[in-house]
């Protein structure tokens, strides 16, 4: 991270420069204050520029809508703002102007982009959601996808974990596929799976397509939705724009578990040998004895592993403008977040630079290009190495450091734990960093009125250096590490897309608008990597390198290599009637390298309808209804990411020897059967929508409802022993998600208080349809907690959970007794133990008892936000949840086992004792550990939430102030991200991505890093 330290200094010398620079200005001889307001609502417009005509000389209005600007005599005045008619005013001898815009109904319904193209809001007919710039970024974040959390029906964006960098799931009408369900991402034009080198404060607009009338122009990547993304550009004729955002804060862990003491621990573990008549070794029970005797605390290791103040900060600069043919944006951003755990951050830097050039009167060019640069410091999450398992996993009594042996404290004998405090030092020597550049090239050339021929390169380049270094170290018998290792691995990706699309479009009269789309388009990626493993590598940072290994007898060396190309043509038509009746039709032929020659090329076809009903003559007078809108779609998209590259083959691994004859042969093994007739998983979706808009808009209702059906699903199902390899990809399930979607957005103002509140709610249901041969698929296997924990079966949601159902604990001798005259167990429960349930009636308690017992699958997901403003006052807030979502909380099975070995939760303290028959754990014992520890309903929780992700409270300075200090704008605000969650899950955080990143482990808790929860200061300065 040290390697950005001499770059942000540049840029924030370069910054302060600027503001400098701007407060030396040199003033003009008259002051005009002024207001700029909506010539219908007469509410104000902020934003707006106010520019001295025929000078790039100008200001803004602020949130009132007040200016403030320096002129000379006899000038005149231009004021613009997007969506408004551009008006200049002359000026009189009045030192105070109010300015009314009227709406520009042409230039508002021109702001939607879809695919390859922009098209007028009220002439789309497929499932299109916009998010706001101001909403991307109210939450202090670099991630995009984060940005997106509550703001959109349909879209559920879940936090992968808790640590900086470790991103985002975001799933659009639900999980389409048991592969890979991320949706596709369009930058500038740009199709891409990452969007990291994108920053919020970039963005002009963002655009979700969300069904396949939408979608389908991108065809084959077109079924897990698309996210359009476009980012900022200058502006013609307008001086340069400075713009600086700052914030910093403080982050802390949002919730911590309550595990038993030194002394407590003790007690339970103590109790376990008793109740089994087992004798501790001598050295144990003393130790043992001895802590609980002396009351001891002991060793609290969430407080000495979590940071509660890590810091975060964030620096943006943009500088914008333009001239009479070009306009520019460059921005420049540097993100540092500190983890809750040392050894754990972010640290990234984003600048990119955009251009637009007016070449001649019919031909206009442009480049965008981002460079981006991230230092990640890798967290080690695994269940017997990693820091959050093994945090709540040791015991309370172990020391961090032992000072006698000056090393970290042992846990052999106790609770045979890795040192937590250790395994967080040596995370400082795990990183990756990563260098990204993206760019684009484009040109359009205006044949003749209505027609455009577009044409657009892109190249994106992506390197990365990923370290690993584990150090030599001897702590006990069941922590060490003999010989120390470094894992370097270096890899490079190259993509590039090129398209020309020749787009049309007419107007006949007021009666009838066409506009038509063809293009071609082709996109290639290439990926390499090459990775060495070494030992004995010396400790010291400057010479941890595979060359300096003191071992060279067993250096291994691994490459990797893999280019996937795809070939598109595609077509777009719309027609509007009277602006009344609508129709979209589209179609896209894809042809993809994944796939045998037999099957490679696919079409993908969509339509779409609407009626705008306010239109008709019947409605017009209705003052408070002013839109009703129907829309219908269907279409097919593909999903080329769900097969592998190569999938089609045989894939083998060389260098295997054989002994032939009397000597060594050099030979291969096969890893994977060929399936010539694999083909493209393919997603048909139905859609219904209404929309509304009462009184002006000031309420708008957006219902929709959808059949989303992924037919020939790949799978790869485990091939026969005597196949001689191991699995075959085959097209061998379908599954299907169906649902209704709700957005409802209200805004007013009252008097000088202006308000706004937003709800979005999704309500899905996921089940599988079919699946090769009727067999269900388990999963979700995690050591010493189950081996099956999920089924994927047919007529269940996807990655279901299985396992036991209980009902209580056996209080007594007489329901023991009870219990086993009725049911048969070659289990040998006692008093104190749980009761597992006959859920199929035989009479029996075995393995055919095992049932559902719910999913990660919530029946709806919710997002509420508010924002309010008063004077120079604002308050914006964000809330999110999640209803009906099961989870698995995996570190019950090791915080409330019954043999005390490792750490405990405090609620371990209400077991069952003869003196507390009402207890609500089962009893302390080291015998009957299998028993009470089977899989069961025990682990599974409600992981239901209501989370306020973000609160924020500003202050907008007045043009008095502002204009004094030669700024446009200056804005404050504090905020706080995560503040409370209100939640029945007793694990860190429900909300938490796929263990592994495999999707059969959706819904599995591994002690997931929780999310921060964070205060922070934020300063807006525009000049």
Not at 877 to 894: I, K
Request: hydrophobic share 35%.
């Amino acid at each position: 991270m040290k390697r950005l330290r001499h770059t942000t200094k540049t840029l924030l010398t370069f910054i302060c420069a600027m503001l400098f620079i701007s407060q030396t200005a040199l003033g003009q001889e008259r002051v005009i204050k002024g207001k700029v307001i909506d010539n219908s609502t007469g509410m104000a417009v902020p934003g707006a520029n106010i520019v001295i005509e025929g000078t790039t000389q100008g200001t803004i209005s602020d949130f009132d809508g007040n200016f403030t600007i320096e002129v000379g005599d006899k000038v005149n005045l231009t004021v613009s703002y997007i969506g408004y008619i551009t008006k200049t005013v002359t000026l009189e001898n009045s030192d105070y102007i109010e300015v009314s815009l009227e709406v520009d109904t042409q230039e508002l319904e021109e702001v939607v982009v879809v695919g390859y193209g922009t098209m007028r809001k009220s002439d789309v007919t497929g499932s299109v959601a916009t998010v706001k710039t101001e909403q991307l970024t109210q939450v202090a974040t670099v991630d995009v996808a984060e940005s997106l959390q509550g703001r959109v029906a349909g879209v559920q964006v879940v936090s992968n974990s808790g640590y900086a960098g470790s991103g985002m799931k975001v799933r659009i009408r639900g999980v389409g596929t048991i592969n890979n369900s991320d949706p596709l991402y369009v930058v500038d034009g740009f199709p891409t799976s990452d969007i990291s080198n994108i920053a919020p404060t970039d963005i002009a607009s963002m655009e979700i397509l969300k069904d396949a009338s939408a979608t389908a122009i991108y065809g084959s990547r077109g079924a897990n939705g698309v996210v359009l993304i476009t980012t900022k550009t200058g502006k013609q004729n307008t001086k340069t724009k400075f713009n600086l955002h700052v914030y910093s804060g403080i982050s802390s862990p949002s919730k911590t578990m309550n595990m038993v003491n030194a002394s407590e621990y003790a007690t339970l573990k103590l109790e376990a040998y008793d109740n089994d008549g087992i004798t501790p070794s001598t050295r144990e029970l003393e130790q043992l004895t001895f802590v609980r005797d002396g009351a001891y605390e002991g060793t609290d290791w969430q407080s000495e592993i979590y940071n509660t103040a890590a810091p975060m900060h964030n620096v943006n600069f943009q500088a914008m403008g333009g001239g009479e043919k070009s306009n520019y944006v460059f921005t420049a951003t540097y993100f540092n977040q500190e983890g809750t755990i040392d050894n754990s951050g972010l640290e990234k830097m984003i600048v990119r630079l955009n251009n637009d050039f007016k070449l001649t009167d019919k031909i206009s060019a442009g480049m965008n290009t981002s460079y981006t640069f991230a230092d990640i410091q890798s967290y080690n999450g695994d269940l017997y190495s990693g820091v959050g398992p093994s945090v709540l996993r040791i015991d309370p009594i172990t020391p961090v450091w032992d000072d006698h042996l000056n090393n970290y404290g042992n846990s052999d004998g106790i609770s045979d734990i890795r040192n937590p405090a250790r395994i967080v030092d040596d995370m400082e020597n795990k990183w990756k960093k990563e260098h990204k550049l993206m760019s684009n090239l484009f040109a359009n050339y205006n044949i003749t009125k209505g027609l455009d021929f577009r044409t657009q390169y892109g190249i994106d380049l992506k390197t990365y250096q990923d370290h690993n270094y584990s150090s030599e170290y001897f702590i006990g018998s069941k922590d060490n590490n003999p010989r120390s290792s470094l894992v370097e691995k270096t890899g490079t990706g190259l993509g590039w897309v090129w398209n020309a699309t020749l787009n049309y479009q007419k107007e006949f009269g007021n009666i009838h608008r066409i506009n038509g789309l063809i293009g071609v388009e082709t996109q290639s990626n290439t990926w390499s990597s090459l990775e060495g493993k070494a030992y004995d590598v010396p400790a010291e940072k400057e010479l941890q390198h595979l060359n300096n290994a003191q071992s060279t007898d067993d250096i291994t060396v691994l490459s990797s290599q893999a280019t996937e190309t795809i070939v598109s043509y595609f077509a777009r038509a719309n027609y509007s009637l009277l602006d009344r009746y609508k129709l979209t039709a589209t179609v896209r032929q894809d042809g993809s390298s994944k796939f045998a020659a037999d099957h490679r090329w696919g079409i993908f076809p969509s339509f779409a309808a609407s009626w705008d009903v306010k239109n008709e003559a019947f409605l017009e007078s209705v003052a408070w209804l002013s839109q009703l809108n129907f829309r219908a779609g269907w279409g097919q998209v593909g999903n080329q990411s769900a097969a592998a590259n190569y999938a089609y083959v045989t894939n083998v691994n060389p260098n295997q020897l054989y002994p032939i004859g009397d000597g060594i042969s050099n030979g291969m093994i096969p890893l994977s059967l060929s399936n010539p007739e694999l083909k493209w998983e393919t997603t048909e979706m139905l859609n219904f929508a209404l929309d509304f808009g009462f009184w002006d808009d000031k309420l708008n209702l957006v219902a929709e409802y959808f059949i989303k059906d992924t037919k020939d699903m790949i799978l790869t199902p485990p091939a026969p022993a005597y196949a001689g390899a191991g699995v075959v990809s085959a097209n061998i399930g379908e599954m299907q998600n169906k649902g209704f979607e709700f957005n409802i957005n209200y805004r007013d103002q009252v008097g000088e208080f202006k308000y706004e509140i937003g709800l979005n709610a999704s309500f899905i249901d996921n089940k599988v349809v079919t699946l090769a041969g009727g067999e269900p698929i388990y999963s979700g296997g995690v050591d010493k907690v189950g081996q099956s924990i999920t089924m994927t079966k047919e007529g269940l949601p996807m990655a279901t959970f299985v396992g036991y159902k209980t009902d209580g604990i056996f209080n007594t001798q007489e329901e023991l007794d009870a219990y086993l005259e009725v049911y048969e167990t070659d289990l040998a429960p006692q008093v104190g133990d749980i009761r597992y349930v006959d859920t199929n009636g035989d009479g029996r308690i075995d393995d055919d008892d095992i049932t559902e017992l719910g999913s990660a699958m919530p029946d709806f997901t919710y997002g509420v936000s508010a924002s309010m403003a008063y004077k120079g006052f604002d308050m914006k807030l964000l809330f999110t949840g999640s209803q009906g979502n099961e989870a698995v909380n995996t570190m019950l099975r090791f915080n409330n086992a019954t043999d005390g070995k490792e750490g405990m939760l405090d609620r371990r303290l209400d077991r069952w004792t003869p003196e507390n028959t009402g207890g609500t754990e089962p009893r302390m014992t080291v015998n009957n550990l299998a028993y009470n520890t089977i899989f069961s309903d025990r682990l599974v929780e409600d992981a239901s939430f209501f989370r306020l992700k973000n609160i924020q409270l500003g202050y907008t300075f007045s043009n008095d102030l502002v204009s004094k200090l030669n700024l446009t704008q200056l804005r404050v605000y504090v905020a706080a991200n995560n503040l409370f969650t209100i939640t029945d899950y007793t694990g860190y955080d429900p909300e938490f991505g796929d263990l592994y990143g495999n999707p059969l482990y959706a819904g599995i808790d591994m002690a997931s890093y929780p999310q921060p929860r964070t205060f922070l200061a934020g300063l807006n300065i525009s000049f």
